[in-house]
C-alpha cells in the first residue's frame, strides 16, 4: 500500500514556458502533500507543503507566484512552474501523507525530472 | 539554527558491515527517518526512531541517542545493490521534517 504516483516522469520544455507536475496518492487519501526540488548530488529540499482545500505554505526563498500548488482533493496535488528558466532544471519529488503535519511517514512519488533549455 | 550533519561519502566493500552517522541540533525532536535514496530515484522509508536504542530490521539496523542527538543506520551483509545515498532526517518541535543532506554509500566489489 501506499502509493504515490507522479506525472510526468521527465519533461524537456523550452525557456518561458510552464510546466504542470501532478502527484497522486493512489491507495490513501493524502491530508498533506509535499513537493521538494532535488539538484545534482544535493540533499532534497522542501519548496512547500500543501493541505487539501487550502492554500500552501511556501518555504523561505521559494517564490510562490513562480511554482504554483494546487491541492484540489485528497489524492491529487499539482506543482506548476511558470515561466520555466534553465536554472529552474531539477528534478522535483512530491510526497505525501496521510497525517496533517511531517511527523507521519511520507510516501515519495518518483520524481520528475524536468529540463528547462 | 537547525542543522544535521552526515559524512557526504563512504565506501565499504561487499559483504562487509557500514555504519553511516547523523548528528543533529533541532528545536525539539519528535523522532528521526533514515531512508535510502538511489541515484535519479525518490528516497525509499527505512526506519524511523522516536526513543532511545537499537531498532533492527532485516540487515538494517538503526539507533538513537536523544541526550547527545545522534543515530546511526547500521548496514549489515553489503550488497552491490546498497550503494545509494541515504538521508537522515529530524522531526522538530513544529513536526516539520529537517533533512541531512545525505551519505552518499558505494560498495565495491
Known amino acids: 500500500g501506499a502509493v504515490v504516483s507522479q506525472h510526468p516522469s521527465w519533461v524537456i520544455c523550452k525557456s518561458g514556458t510552464s510546466v504542470k507536475i501532478e502527484c497522486r496518492s493512489l491507495d490513501f487519501q493524502a491530508t498533506t502533500m509535499f513537493w521538494y526540488r532535488q539538484f545534482p548530488k544535493q540533499s532534497l529540499m522542501l519548496m512547500a507543503t500543501?493541505?487539501?482545500?487550502?492554500?500552501?505554505?511556501?518555504e523561505q526563498g521559494v517564490e510562490k507566484d513562480k511554482f504554483l500548488i494546487n491541492h484540489a482533493s485528497l489524492t491529487l496535488s499539482t506543482l506548476t512552474v511558470t515561466s520555466a528558466h534553465p536554472e529552474d532544471s531539477s528534478f522535483y519529488i512530491c510526497?505525501?501523507?496521510?497525517?496533517?503535519?511531517?511527523?507521519?511517514?511520507?510516501?515519495f512519488g518518483p520524481g520528475t525530472r524536468l529540463t528547462v533549455l | 539554527g537547525q542543522n544535521i550533519d552526515q559524512p557526504t561519502e563512504m565506501t565499504a566493500t561487499e559483504g562487509a558491515i557500514v555504519q553511516i552517522n547523523c548528528t543533529y541540533q533541532?528545536?525539539?525532536?519528535?523522532?528521526l527517518f533514515w531512508y535510502q535514496q538511489h541515484a535519479g530515484e525518490a528516497p525509499t522509508f527505512l526506519s524511523y526512531n522516536v526513543l532511545d536504542g537499537l531498532e533492527e530490521k532485516g540487515r538494517f539496523s538503526s539507533f538513537l541517542s536523544r541526550s547527545k542527538g545522534y543515530s546511526y543506520l547500521l548496514l549489515k551483509e553489503l550488497q552491490m545493490k546498497d550503494s545509494a545515498s541515504y538521508l537522515c532526517?529530524?522531526?522538530?518541535?513544529?513536526?516539520?521534517?529537517?533533512w541531512g543532506a545525505g551519505t552518499k554509500l558505494i560498495i565495491k566489489p
Open positions: 510526497s505525501a501523507s496521510p497525517g496533517t503535519s511531517g511527523f507521519n511517514e511520507q510516501f
Open positions: 500543501s493541505n487539501e482545500g487550502s492554500k500552501a505554505t511556501y
Open positions: 533541532t528545536s525539539g525532536f519528535n523522532g
Open positions: 532526517a529530524v522531526v522538530d518541535s513544529n513536526y516539520q521534517l529537517i
